[in-house]
């Protein structure tokens, strides 16, 4: 029953598995998500340890943010992020991994929900999507 999705940098030095449902999925315009990855938005899943397959941290690069608590993994090769660690302890993948492991597009079964911590944002994204102003939908503080 449960899907099992096969991850990889773009060269091929790390690979990880995600399987069944994500926690959740959906764009986060908090400032640590966006220092973290370095981008205005990041379109993202979050899932349970029990259902990932992360790589040996000696794969990885490992990055750890001033006092926010986050981490983000990447392949030192290509310079792909893979996924970060973020404030409840939980491993976030970026939606851009999943794409590239299925020709350019998101699972439909991973599609986001929603907007989270939006009145951080620097990007206004017109979507029928639920905007909310900070992480209390999911139980995050920011
Ligand atoms: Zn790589
Ligand atoms: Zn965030």
Avoid at 20 to 45: F, I, M, Q, W
């Amino acid at each position: 029953m449960s899907k099992t999705y096969e991850l990889s940098c773009d060269c091929g030095h790390v690979t990880m598995t995600a399987s069944g449902e994500p926690k959740l999925s959906l764009h986060c315009h908090c400032s640590s998500c966006r220092d973290l990855y370095n981008v205005d938005v990041l379109s993202a899943t979050g899932w349970a340890h029990e259902n990932v397959d992360l790589p040996d941290e000696s794969k990885l690069f490992v990055h750890k943010t001033d006092g926010k608590q986050m981490t983000r993994y990447g392949c030192p090769k290509c310079g792909l992020m893979m996924y970060g660690v973020h404030k409840p302890g939980i491993p976030v993948i970026p939606h851009g991994v999943f794409r590239k492991a299925n020709d350019g597009e998101l699972p439909d079964e991973l599609a986001p929900t929603l907007h989270l911590f939006y009145r951080e944002r620097v990007l206004d994204i017109d979507d029928d999507l639920e905007k909310c102003d900070d992480g209390s939908a999911v139980g995050l503080s920011g």
